[in-house]
């Protein structure tokens, strides 16, 4: 347990070191956390020995992640967008998926392999593209709320795939 609270302390550290020393260069945090990820990753066994205490961290930063969401628009606003979100967002999940899981299957891939990279193709990851939006200085622009209308769909079926 203290080794996994260390390894976490040093890792958000060295996490929030990187983000600035890229930000400092004019490149995205979004890089600074996939290139972490792409460091930390070999060496995960180690620094998290306790597998279960890891899932129950990832979990309270899917908790977090969606509390922060929520913070980015209010009730009224998504009545506004419900069209969108269960038309739009339905239909790109359904069609990428498929489009994804039909191409892998005539691969040679089994059905159920197939269906899985569909679905894993359908999904985007809500705080990347909101952290796009962002940056660009666009999150009041109808774009980005038709693009959290439709990521927040796919969030919906990436919970309920699982």
């Known amino acids: 347990m203290h080794q996994t609270f260390i390894a976490l302390t040093l890792l958000t550290l060295g996490a929030a070191v990187l983000v600035w020393?890229?930000?400092?260069?004019?490149?995205s945090p979004v890089i600074a956390y996939l290139m972490l990820g792409i460091l930390v990753r070999p060496a995960q066994q180690y620094l998290f020995p306790d597998p279960?205490?890891?899932?129950?961290?990832?979990?309270?930063?899917?908790?977090?992640?969606?509390?922060?969401?929520?913070?980015?628009?209010?009730?009224?606003?998504?009545?506004?967008?419900?069209?969108?979100?269960?038309?739009?967002?339905?239909?790109q999940v359904l069609l990428t998926a498929g489009a994804g899981g039909t191409i892998a299957w005539a691969f040679g891939l089994p059905p159920l392999a197939s269906a899985v990279l569909g679905l894993m193709l359908a999904f985007s990851s809500t705080a990347l593209v909101m952290k796009a939006f962002e940056e660009l200085r666009q999150t009041d622009s109808q774009r980005c709320r038709v693009a959290l209308a439709m990521l927040l769909m796919q969030d919906i079926a990436a919970i309920m795939a699982v």
């Open 21 to 27: 020393l890229l930000q400092r260069i004019r490149i």
């Open 52 to 91: 279960e205490g890891l899932d129950a961290l990832g979990e309270l930063g899917i908790v977090l992640l969606m509390f922060f969401i929520g913070l980015e628009f209010h009730l009224g606003e998504m009545r506004g967008m419900l069209r969108v979100f269960l038309g739009g967002g339905t239909l």
